[in-house]
Nanobody, 123 residues
Framework: QVQLVESGGGLVQAGGSLRLSCAAS????????MGWHRQAPGNQRELVAY???????QYADSAKGRFAISIDNDTHTAYLQMNNLKSEDTAVYYC?????????????????WGQGTQVTVSS
């Protein structure tokens, strides 16, 4: 199992910045990727940014040019630097970790979620 602890959410004015952190613990040897999703009231949870352990990244169109995801493989911590925040970025942000392993019976992939951290951007 992998446990995730998020931090860094809060209230910020439009145009401001926040940095979210997500620390993974437990069976981190199987960790292959981490990412951030968000969910605003009345909306479905959506991908914001994603990074693999070798540094490959993926961003939602709304995040490109404003957000940057990074990972510290030594501490198993993922970061999401969010700049030029907009009111539409207001949501609960959830960290997600993917673990992958092989056994004689086959390959396995498991998703793990953090508890979520609130980001509120005032206009």
């Amino acid at each position: 199992q992998v446990q995730l602890v998020e931090s860094g959410g809060g209230l910020v004015q439009a145009g401001g910045s926040l940095r979210l952190s997500c620390a993974a613990s437990g069976n981190t040897l199987r960790l292959r990727a981490m990412g951030w999703h968000r969910q605003a009231p009345g909306n479905q949870r959506e991908l914001v940014a994603y990074i693999t352990s070798d540094g490959s990244t993926q961003y939602a169109d709304s995040a490109k040019g404003r957000f940057a995801i990074s990972i510290d493989n030594d501490t198993h911590t993922a970061y999401l630097q969010m700049n030029n925040l907009k009111s539409e970025d207001t949501a609960v942000y959830y960290c997600k970790a993917e673990t992958h392993w092989k056994e004689y019976s086959g390959e396995y992939l498991e998703n793990h979620w953090g508890q979520g951290t609130q980001v509120t951007v005032s206009s």
